[in-house]
Structure formats: C-alpha cells, structure tokens
C-alpha cells in the first residue's frame, strides 16, 4: 500500500563508486522529483520528470544522472561519489508539476566514506 | 527563481502554548504555498497548505495566514502538544516547489 517507495533505505559507499536509487510510485501521478536533504536539513530539489520527461535539473553535477523508464518510476544514478554526496535522498511525487502537494517517499541514507 | 525565507530557525514553546513560524518570497507569480512537517528520521508530509486567492485557512489546532502584496505567509499552531516537535518547512511554488531552510519546534512538556 506504500504510495511512494524508495531502495535501499541505506547506503553506504567509499569514495569513487558508483550507485544507484530507485524510486517507485502507485498513486498513477504524472510529475516525480529528487530532493538532496544535506545535514542542516535544507531540501534542494534536483531533478523533476514529468510523464518520464525531464523538466527541471537544477545545477546538479553532471555524476547525477536520473533515469525515468515510465512514469511511475525515477531512479538516481551517481557517479564517481565523492564526500559532499552523503546526505538523505527523496523521491517525490506529484499529480501535476508545481502547484500541488507532494508525497515523499521515506528517503534514502547515502554515506560516503 | 524563487526564494523563500524561513524564520525562526529554532523555536522552543510551552505545551499549550502557541507557535508561529513566518516565510517570505520573492516571486510575485508563485500561487501555492504548501507547510511539511517533518519528524526526526521520517519523511516531508503536508500539514497544510493555501493557495494565492486565498487569505486564510484553518485545520484544527493549525492555521495559515497569507498576505500576497507582502510576500509573506505563516503558519500557526496553538495549543501545541510534544507530537508538535519537528522540523517544519514552508514552500512556495509557480513551476517548481522553493523550501524555506525549515524551523525546528521544540514543545515542552
């Protein structure tokens, strides 16, 4: 019944490697995002898809890579990872892009080593 | 692009007593202004939100106030409970959603 999940809910890594996050949706919604929440808590949208389109990316690097094979699901590839990458990772998902409420999904834990 | 300013940072209240946390920002276009709560260790949820012809609204112990010549809309809670602690996290949207930097509620029991 999970409307938005997330895989893994933890992850940690050494330095160059590179991984992946999955994010899936049921709730039949249209836009999907990916929010970095660093350790002061600030949310920093990175990515939006609408309808498996790419409508904002937001000044990520380029080692971040999202991938949306429909539109129930986005995924998070990341590069090469480097220290600054650890922080909280979420999905989340809207009926349509901007002006509506949005459902996260419970986040994944990304440490760096 | 839009930016949203949050403030307090922090706020530590009496049970029972009310909280008010204030946001401003800076696109005269954006028209939805959502609140999320978020407890430790879990994700955003929406607690509340208003919308750009709208002046007020209220859902129980919880309230939004938006004044759109000003740019600023708050969220008030009263009556406030321990359940009450969290980070809470303003939002103003046109085409993307804009976080405040969040205001940690501390209530005291």
């Known amino acids: 019944d999970t409307a938005v999940s997330q895989t893994p809910k933890y992850l940690v890594t050494q330095m160059g490697n590179d991984k992946s996050i999955k994010c899936e949706q049921n709730?039949?919604?249209?836009?999907m995002y990916w929010y970095k929440q660093d350790s002061k808590k600030f949310l920093k949208i990175m990515f939006s898809?609408?309808?498996?389109?790419?409508?904002i990316n937001e000044t990520v690097p380029n080692r971040f890579s999202p991938k949306s094979p429909d539109k129930a699901h986005l995924n998070l590839h990341i590069n090469s990872l480097e220290l600054g990458d650890s922080a909280v990772y979420f999905c989340?998902?809207?009926?349509?892009?901007?002006?509506?409420?949005?459902?996260f999904g419970p986040g994944t834990r990304l440490t760096v080593t | 692009g839009e930016n949203v300013e949050q403030h307090p940072s922090t706020l530590s209240v009496q049970e029972g007593d009310s909280a008010v946390i204030k946001c401003t920002y800076s696109?005269?276009?954006?028209?939805?202004f959502p609140w999320y709560k978020q407890e430790l260790g879990k994700r955003p949820q929406l607690i509340i939100d208003i919308r750009s012809n709208v002046g007020e609204k209220k859902d129980q112990r919880i309230a939004v106030t938006l004044n759109k010549t000003a740019k600023h809309f708050s969220l008030h809670i009263t009556e406030t409970q321990p359940e009450d602690s969290a980070v809470y996290f303003c939002?103003?949207?046109?085409?993307?959603?804009?976080f405040g930097a969040g205001t940690t509620v501390t209530v005291r029991a």
């Open positions: 989340a998902s809207s009926p349509v892009t901007g002006g509506d409420e949005q459902y």
């Open positions: 898809y609408n309808n498996k389109e790419l409508i």
């Open positions: 709730l039949g919604h249209d836009t």
């Open positions: 696109d005269s276009a954006s028209n939805y």
């Open positions: 939002a103003a949207t046109g085409y993307k959603l804009s």
